[in-house]
């Protein structure tokens, strides 16, 4: 199997497990969960549908705080990383409480603070980070035949 086939292969099953997270039932699962309760399993399934759509934030920013820590930016991986931590502190918050939103609400909040460190890193590592040369146009991706 050469790297390509490794490759498709990794990515073909993280879709398949990232679909049926997705496509999870509510109520009809082939394990048993202790206690069968069915509500905490339901808000389980809607904090990962929510999560794992938008994992993409987390994703991407850890690359970029590897960028950053590993020419000596620490400082600044250490202000996106807590700036997003208390952006999803203070989200948990208000979308819990005052607008009702449950588990739902803690996920986006969640998703929300990781998209910020992924801004703000990026911004950080495009205009502080001189040891890396890095383009947009060089993020382009490329097909998989």
Known sequence: MNKRQLYESIMKNVAKEVKKVINAPDKNFNFI???????ALKM???YLRIICCF????IIYTIVER????TGKTILSTISQITGSVINIV?????????????QGAAWATVIGQIVSLILGLTFHFLKN????????DLKGRQIK
């Open 33 to 39: 969960i202790e206690g069968d309760n069915l509500e």
């Open 130 to 137: 001189k040891s890396i040369k890095t383009k947009f146009k």
């Open 67 to 70: 960028f950053l820590q590993s």
């Open 44 to 46: 389980g399934v809607d």
């Open 91 to 103: 989200l948990d918050y208000i979308f819990i409480y005052p607008l009702h939103m449950g588990i």
């Open 55 to 58: 994992s993409f934030g987390q």
